[in-house]
């Protein structure tokens, strides 16, 4: 039984004793202890595969920050490799995939993944929530398979994704074969993660906000909400589609628990558009390099903007690394301090 269930009971939309939080990217630079663990990995591909190093890395957040969850420390790339299209993190720079999908020959050479293929994945899960001890909730995550799609095509990260939309405006027939290949990847990742001990599971669309709302719809929302359908019989499912504000409603209607908001929404608004479901979000990362006084002021007016309850606090997108792990701390502890 866990000890702080909070987070769950907030996705199913139960009472909570006080606003339950989390942080994107509380696993990273922003906390010298990571880049201590991180010096330990021969480069960021071989950190991702250790077991031991990534449940070290993800337990960290909890036991410094003082937050509701871990999150296991993981990437998103890992499904592109696992289905044929290895990667590099290039310090400074980002991804790097030396084989992109250019042709129908490339979709046909995907390999469709299982959770045996991410098997050090799973076995991070497994060490870290034996390791958790039931203190706080361990989340799982994948990409959404448009923001997947979109580093397969384009090779690296972008401003605009433009050859990952260029793929989608030339080549729809073969756009939806890739995204279906990938959605069936994630379902068997994800299963694979919750019999690894995940007990929620976050949609990363970091890409949403490149599309156009009808092309979200049709290769993006249609494939996350399948995941959702696979998944949600599970465990809780929060599905964040970054800059997708205008699709909050659309959202609510698929079979997701929590909608992940990133900080361009206003908080009422969306709640008027989400039907009922929790809400993730959504304080803007920035906020953080500001004074204290201004921390309490901002993260005030968010708490009562979306209510106590159905709420999950968190901030917008990741932590910057450049924030002051001390603030940071404050914000949290802020949160958890905070009363109706
Ligand atoms: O060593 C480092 O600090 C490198 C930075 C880093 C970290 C800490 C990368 C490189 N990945 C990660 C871990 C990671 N990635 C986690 C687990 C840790 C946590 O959240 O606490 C998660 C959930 C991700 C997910 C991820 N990777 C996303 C989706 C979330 C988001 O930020 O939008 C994306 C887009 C990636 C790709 C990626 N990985 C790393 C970088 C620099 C990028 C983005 C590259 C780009 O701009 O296109």
């Not at 499912?237 to 992940?260: E, L, P």
């Not at 953080?288 to 007016?301: H, N």
Request: hydrophobic share 45%; with cysteine.
């Amino acid at each position: 039984m866990l000890k702080n269930d909070l987070i769950l009971k907030a996705a199913r939309g139960e009472k909570t004793e006080r606003v339950p939080v989390w942080l994107m990217r509380q696993a990273g630079r922003v906390l010298p202890e990571y880049r201590a663990t991180r010096s330990r990995a021969k480069n960021f591909v071989e950190f991702v595969k250790n077991p031991e190093l990534a449940c070290e890395v993800t337990i960290q957040p909890v036991d410094i920050l003082g937050v509701d969850a871990a999150i296991i420390f993981s990437d998103i790339l890992v499904i592109p490799e696992a289905m044929g299209l290895p990667y590099q993190m290039i310090e400074a720079k980002g991804p790097w995939f030396e084989k992109t999908i250019k042709t129908k020959a490339d979709v046909d050479a995907l390999h469709i993944a299982n959770a045996g293929d991410l098997d050090y994945v799973m076995q991070a899960l497994k060490l870290t929530k034996q390791n958790l001890n039931n203190r706080v909730p361990l989340i799982g995550f994948a990409g959404a398979p448009w923001t997947i799609f979109a580093y397969m095509i384009e090779g690296s990260g972008s401003k605009t994704f433009s050859k990952a939309k260029q793929f989608l405006y030339t080549q729809p027939e073969l756009s939806h074969l890739l995204l279906d290949k990938i959605t069936q990847s994630t379902i068997n990742y994800l299963k694979g993660q919750v019999a690894s001990g995940a007990d929620m599971i976050q949609l990363f669309d970091s890409w949403a906000g490149v599309l156009s709302p009808d092309h979200f719809y049709e290769f993006s929302l249609k494939y996350i909400s399948k995941i959702c359908d696979a998944i949600k019989p599970l465990v809780p499912v929060t599905v964040f589609a970054k800059d997708a504000h205008y699709a909050v409603n659309r959202i609510s209607q698929i079979n997701c628990n929590t909608i992940g908001l990133d900080w361009t929404i206003n908080p009422a608004e969306a709640r008027k558009a989400a039907g009922g479901k929790t809400l993730q979000g959504n304080a803007d990362p920035c906020l953080l390099y500001a004074d204290e006084k201004t921390i309490v002021a901002e993260a005030s007016k968010m708490l009562d903007a979306f209510g106590k309850q159905s709420y999950i606090a968190n901030l917008g997108h990741g932590l910057y690394p450049d924030l002051d792990k001390e603030k940071v701390k404050f914000f949290v502890e802020f949160i958890k301090s905070y009363k109706a």
